[in-house]
């Protein structure tokens, strides 16, 4: 099992650029879940999925997109980068919607 | 919003001492988990409380959640350098949603 992986590990954007920060697990988990953390700072939830084709949003939805086309994949869009959503970023994976989270390595993103 | 506070934000003890880190909350949470994360990785559980009043010990760390299952606290005895990290206190619901406290960074120095 590979668990939770994330990719990139790093990215630069630059203000106004798109990208899509990919996730995928491979324990068959229903719920997964994006944050960010800020230095210092704890983990922010931005939007979470109970299933496949299921999303919604977390306390900073704004600016990121997500879809859960398939239960395994959970990618998260950025529309416009702005150098407030430069932050570390990090999706995980449960079995249960109050189960042990299982996070990924994070992406490390900068916008300038 | 749930809001979970955690405090203190930082403790520096030496090794050897004791020390607990308090996370708190006017919410009611299907379960509290305790997570420690090191510098550059992903947060790595390391319990889960979900009954009121519940204690559980894992070694040295010993966890407890309220009667009201609002707050939970760490509790380590004999803090060794290796115990040195931030750890995270997240409330979850049965809706799939966890919040998160903002950390405690501890270090012990030798």
């Known amino acids: 099992n590979a668990g939770v992986t994330q990719t990139p590990k790093f990215q630069v954007l630059k203000t106004g650029q798109s990208m899509t920060l990919q996730c995928a697990q491979d324990?068959?988990?229903?719920?997964m879940s994006w944050y960010r953390q800020d230095p210092g700072m704890g983990l922010r939830l931005i939007h979470y999925?109970?299933?496949?084709?299921?999303?919604d949003q977390g306390e900073v939805p704004n600016g990121y997109n997500v879809s859960r086309s398939t239960t395994e994949d959970f990618p998260l869009r950025l529309l416009s980068a702005a150098p407030s959503q430069t932050s570390v970023y990090f999706c995980?994976?449960?079995?249960?919607?109050?189960?042990?989270?299982?996070f990924g390595p994070g992406t490390r993103l900068t916008v300038t | 919003t749930q809001l979970l506070e955690q405090s203190p934000q930082f403790l520096s003890i030496q090794e050897g001492e004791n020390l607990t880190v308090y996370c708190n909350s006017s919410?009611?949470?299907?379960?509290l988990q305790w997570y420690r994360q090191e510098p550059g990785e992903g947060p790595v559980l390391l319990v889960t409380?979900?009954?009121?009043?519940e204690v559980k010990k894992l070694k040295r760390l010993t966890f407890q959640f309220g009667d009201a299952r609002k707050d939970s606290s760490l509790h380590i005895t004999a803090a060794q350098t290796g115990d040195t990290g931030l750890y995270l206190c997240?409330?979850?619901?049965?809706?799939?949603?966890?919040?998160f406290g903002d950390g405690t960074t501890l270090t012990v120095k030798p």
């Open positions: 409380v979900v009954t009121g009043g």
């Open positions: 997240a409330g979850a619901t049965n809706a799939g949603k966890s919040t």
């Open positions: 999925s109970v299933g496949a084709g299921i999303t």
């Open positions: 324990m068959n988990h229903e719920y």
């Open positions: 995980a994976s449960s079995y249960a919607p109050s189960g042990e989270q299982y």
């Open positions: 919410s009611v949470f299907s379960s």
